[in-house]
């Protein structure tokens, strides 16, 4: 597993470099606009398949002719409702060890009065941010 980082360049350079050509499947799990799908799209070999899990509001929808080059390629987009049956799913990843969410924590906050400071780095005001954690003291 390699840890891609958009500091250290272009994140599809990155991926096709470190997978030794365009990948198989690419998922996209966040990001504020629709540049992450593109980059998903770009980084995909022919007859690949894309996975959106994001949202995206409030931007411009982009011109059918812009994915052109999507043709050979799969794309899904779903909403993903996080429910009891989804959630311990995901929790026997934890158990097995086959998902580690301390990863995705890029920040650490502590107390009550920086839940709201940590809401905004969500809401694509820090770009170093992938999921900030507050601590509360009891």
């Known amino acids: 597993t390699d840890f891609i980082a958009y500091k250290d ?11 030794g050509g365009p990948v198989d499947s690419a ?6 606009d629709t540049g992450t799908v593109d980059q998903a799209l ?10 959106n899990l994001a949202s995206f509001m409030g931007e411009a929808a982009k011109p059918l002719n812009y994915y052109g080059f999507l043709m050979d390629k799969t794309f899904k987009s779903v909403l993903v409702d996080v429910n009891r049956d989804v959630l311990e799913r ?3 990843l934890v158990q097995c060890g086959r998902l ?3 990863k995705l924590v890029t920040h ?3 107390g009550l009065e920086n839940v709201e400071t940590a809401l905004m780095m969500m809401d694509g005001g ?12 009891q």
């Not at 360049?9 to 997978?19: E, H, K, L, R, S």
């Not at 998922?27 to 504020?32: D, N």
């Not at 820090?126 to 003291?137: G, L, T």
């Open 9 to 19: 360049g272009d994140i599809v350079a990155q991926i096709v470099a470190a997978n």
């Open 27 to 32: 998922i996209v799990c966040g990001g504020r």
């Open 42 to 51: 770009f980084m995909t070999k022919q007859n690949g398949t894309v996975i």
């Open 90 to 92: 995901l929790m026997v």
């Open 100 to 102: 580690a969410p301390e």
């Open 108 to 110: 650490k906050l502590n």
């Open 126 to 137: 820090n770009r170093d941010c992938i999921k900030p954690v507050v601590y509360f003291e």
